[in-house]
């Protein structure tokens, strides 16, 4: 395959990367914000412009179309899925991207951020880019590459291989989800709307990364009633759930069990809301870690922990809630490696070497996956996501392309031995 891609990618991405589809957890909406449509109705028009069939745009707010076989061999149905939506927690609007062509190493500045400088000291990757086309922001907003770069990669192969009916290949359905960024991108309906066999996200990073093992997550939320009356008539009564709270997270283990102080395989516990006043407080905590095992022990320790706090003081009144967020894939793509093998397969055939790497988060394919659809992430090139420095290699993204044709290639074909 000699198609270069790298012009086309680098073309959609600009201008994908102008269009604001921030998402926003606050919001109760699916999808969370109305700006996201701008994005899902131009796909939609650009895939019916391609000549995918079945395109449409879901009342839960996902863009699914249909790239049709081309060969009558009986072929597995192949999702790609990529995410519209952009971080929460960073400023997305009026993103204006910048294209370094042929970067020649020097050290990248940003107009809107005199102070901002990309060199390889902040971003090693950057090293083994030189010579490439890098595409950047302005230095006020992230550039949204999370996963425009997905959705650019997604549309080069799907027009491609629309335009190119000579190419047998199964069918491939396409999906296009909003609200990743918070944990709402798989709805419910999803997996049976795609109707995939299994399927890859095209929302990883660096060259060749395959990811078939994500964080197991669960949410605890710890409910604190004191007990409240007026300061001044207090002595012997009042039981201040601020405290309370206070002493929960100061028990909690600091050194050795937070993000800040894990890495790799660890797991951690994360306290990341603590609201209230005397009378009532909340404190919201973060669990996990990669094996069933550690992130039912983090459970224990949470229950453990505020049962001591209700002994200590049984006037007040203490729940700790864990509600479960998403699984390791790895827990159901274990017992079929296939669509993990095919994708490291496809890395070869295109030139690149693949490498697994654990990520410590969770994808949409995190859901999917659980829900019956086996999907494991796909590199894009992206790097410094959700920040100003954000920052992707245009070749990166074409070599993506390339491994999304030969993906579609290789499970057209019988499978050896
Ligand atoms: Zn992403």
Redesign the pocket.
Known sequence: MSVDFSAEVTERLIRYAKIDSQSDANSPTAPSTDRQFGMLKLLVKELTALGASDVRLTDYGVVLATIPATTDRKAPVMGWL??VDT?PGFPAECVKPRLHSAWDGSPIIFPDAPDLVLTPEQSPYLAQCKGHDIITASGGTLLGA??KA?VAIIMAAAGHLLAHPEIPHGKIRIAFTPD??IGRGVDARLPADLGADFAY?L?GADRGEVVHETFSADAATIQITGVSIHPGQAKGKLVNALHLAAKLVSALPQATLTPETTEGREGFLHVNELTGNAAEAVVKVLLRDFERDGLAAQGALLHKLCDALQAAEPRAKITCTITEQYRNMRYWLEDDMTPVNLAHAACKAAGIEPFALPIRGG??GSRLTEKGVPCPNIFTG?QM?HGPLEWISAQDMAAAVHVLLVLADLAAKPAKG
């Open positions: 990529a995410h971080a999370d996963d997905g990743e960024e996200t929302d994808t949409d992206m996501i």
